[in-house]
């Protein structure tokens, strides 16, 4: 088994830098349940000889494993033999598989994308320990929303500051006033609070709960402000097949690869631009690119929206090895998506 087999009980929400395969591994929430049974299904239909390898990997690094056993268990639904890591002519390095069936056999390497460079991970991890401090802020009468976080420096913010800081404030407000105005006036009337150090600003605004709610200890944070993102990442998508798509030298066959993009936020236009704009991946007829690749199939798989993963398929018109393949648009059957992650997560389908 991927995971282990004894009860759950735990029932609260990730921490921000909390290992991903350890949050799902122990947590007893109902919406963890059907990811950890798709997940089990993934890995039975592993070969043995691999299994100890990827259940390392998996707790190591979350993202990019799953990424790979689900794409294992997609091409085995489909009907292909898969051979991992197999030897190519021309390379001391492997692919990660090596997918047969008939006469269209084709090398398959799988990589996820990193939406973040290091030092926004970092930044990123900063961020996520902040809000894991604030998190403990007492919300007996109010919760927090979060209107902006602005660090100043590369030093990590004292939490137990920070708590101290909004618990005082809190403390003036009177619940049932402001639930009374927020009620009457609306949400752009709630107390709005600062912090303000050498570190970091910080700016929220209460929101009160409501009587039947008080006194209900949990997270502080009610919302954490809203993300948008309009296109910008074919420099990104080109960068991530550009580092593969040369790897392996000369080969014998086809060679697809495999690219996800863990957010449904990804914009077709910026694929097109990646792959056929200036400058692109597949270059002109007139110079031709990375001809040793013969298609891409880009993904957005994420634990919780495999239903509605988009796929972007990619043949290079300038391949070496023409490949004969077209992408299973069927993702229960392609995934072994079970009822229960349908019923969870199918409700945007």
């Not at 088994?1 to 830098?17: C, H, I, Y």
């Not at 802020?137 to 909004?166: A, W």
């Not at 200890?217 to 993300?227: K, L, P, Q, T, V």
Request: proline share 5%; glycine share 6%.
């Amino acid at each position: 088994m991927l995971f282990d087999n004894k009860e759950r009980v735990e029932t609260r929400p990730s921490n921000g830098n909390e290992n991903t395969f350890d949050y799902f591994n122990n947590s007893g929430r109902k919406e963890i349940i059907p990811v950890r049974e798709v997940m089990e299904n993934w890995f039975r239909m592993y070969p043995d000889s691999e299994k100890e390898e990827m259940k390392k990997r998996v707790k190591a690094d979350f993202g990019p494993a799953f990424y790979e056993l689900g794409m294992y268990c997609y091409f085995k639904n489909m009907g292909y033999d898969i051979f991992i890591h197999p030897t190519v002519p021309n390379s001391s390095k492997r692919p990660d598989f090596l997918v047969v069936k008939s006469d269209h056999d084709f090398y398959v390497e799988i990589k996820e994308m990193r939406m973040l460079s290091d030092a926004e991970r970092l930044k990123e991890r900063r961020l996520n320990t902040l809000t894991d401090s604030m998190n403990l802020v007492d919300c007996t009468y109010f919760m927090l929303c979060i209107e902006s976080i602005r660090f100043k420096s590369g030093n990590q913010p004292s939490g137990k500051k920070i708590i101290k800081h909004f618990d005082d404030l809190i403390e003036t407000y009177d619940p049932d006033v402001y639930r009374e105005m927020l009620e009457k006036e609306g949400f752009r009337f709630m107390p709005e609070l600062k912090y303000d150090d050498n570190d970091v600003s910080i700016k929220v605004k209460l929101m009160p709960k409501a009587p039947h709610l008080r006194g209900k200890r949990g997270r502080a944070i009610a919302s954490y402000g809203a993300y948008t993102k309009i296109g910008g990442d074919e420099e990104m998508i080109k960068s991530a097949i550009q580092t593969k798509a040369t790897r392996y030298g000369e080969l014998d066959m086809p060679f697809l690869i495999c690219l996800n993009y863990p957010s449904n936020l990804l914009h077709k236009e910026d694929i097109n631009i990646a792959l056929y704009g200036n400058d692109g991946i597949f270059g002109a007829e007139n110079n031709p690119r990375n001809t040793r690749m013969s298609a891409v199939l880009i993904t957005t798989f994420t634990v919780s929206g495999l239903l509605n993963t988009n796929l972007y398929y990619h043949e290079n018109p300038f391949a070496k090895n023409k490949i004969d393949f077209l992408p299973f648009t069927d993702l229960i059957k392609g995934l072994n998506l079970t009822d229960r992650y349908v019923q969870e997560f199918g409700s945007e389908l």
